[in-house]
């Protein structure tokens, strides 16, 4: 099946910088990729809907300036965490595809701040 | 709103009894139910789709919409089936945005 990447698979950063992780489509083009985030033993929640050559469509409160969402190439979407603090430490994880096949998820990144 | 229900966090069975994780939805329209699954340490994959109706690993899952239940069954457990099991609302039309549910952990006790 179609496969989506997501690198880095974890990172530690130090409160108050930002963190860049990736999402590619490995083998499939994909317009609109999506963001999620996993609190531990819970279950994944939406962030944002990623638009390749538009903006970003993020849910009900989630911070748009604090997720910078960009998704430049139909292959690639990158999810920016601004001046991370501790509570944003958390496992981040993408998807794409999702017709009737249902979606293609990336490995998650694992973000802690320190 | 849409909403997923799945009502338990843990279930725990011995090997070759009879499994069933609920799902319950809650949707105005014509949703797309989706099971995906998370074995340790890898990522979610799907594992069944409704409208598909099919069996895959000996699960299957039947779409009652008199109900709004997605309740994913199998006759007989495996301990390879241990994992975590999310039951998922895709709007129809809505390609990929999905709706989780809490997920159930699958505990196959051999």
């Known amino acids: 099946g179609a496969v989506v990447s997501q690198h880095p698979s974890r990172v530690i950063c130090k409160s108050g910088t930002s963190v860049k992780i990736e999402c590619r489509s490995l083998?499939?083009?994909?317009?609109?990729m999506f963001w999620y985030r996993q609190f531990p033993k819970q279950s994944l929640m939406l962030m944002a809907t990623s638009n390749e050559g538009s903006k970003a469509t993020y849910e009900q409160g989630v911070e748009k300036d604090k997720f910078l969402i960009n998704h430049a190439s139909l292959t690639l979407s990158t999810l920016t965490v601004t001046s991370a603090h501790p509570e944003d430490s958390s496992f981040y994880i993408c998807?794409?595809?999702?017709?009737?096949?249902?979606?293609?998820f990336g490995q998650g990144t694992r973000l802690t701040v320190v | 709103a849409q909403r997923v229900t799945q009502p338990e966090k843990l279930l725990s069975v011995f090997k070759g009894a009879p499994v069933e994780l609920k799902c319950n939805y809650s949707?105005?329209?014509?949703?797309?139910l989706f099971w995906y699954v998370q074995y340790s340490r890898q990522r979610l994959q799907l594992l069944l789709r409704h409208i598909s109706r099919e069996s895959i690993k000996g699960f299957t899952a039947d779409l009652n919409k008199g109900e709004t239940s997605f309740h994913l069954k199998k006759p007989f457990a495996q301990e390879e089936d241990s994992a975590m099991y999310y039951c998922?609302?895709?709007?129809?039309?809505?390609?990929?945005?999905?709706?989780f549910g809490q997920g159930t952990t699958l505990q196959v006790k051999p």
């Open positions: 998922a609302l895709k709007r129809s039309g809505n390609t990929g945005k999905l709706i």
């Open positions: 083998d499939f083009q994909a317009t609109t």
């Open positions: 998807s794409a595809g999702g017709g009737v096949g249902g979606a293609f």
């Open positions: 949707y105005s329209g014509s949703p797309e």
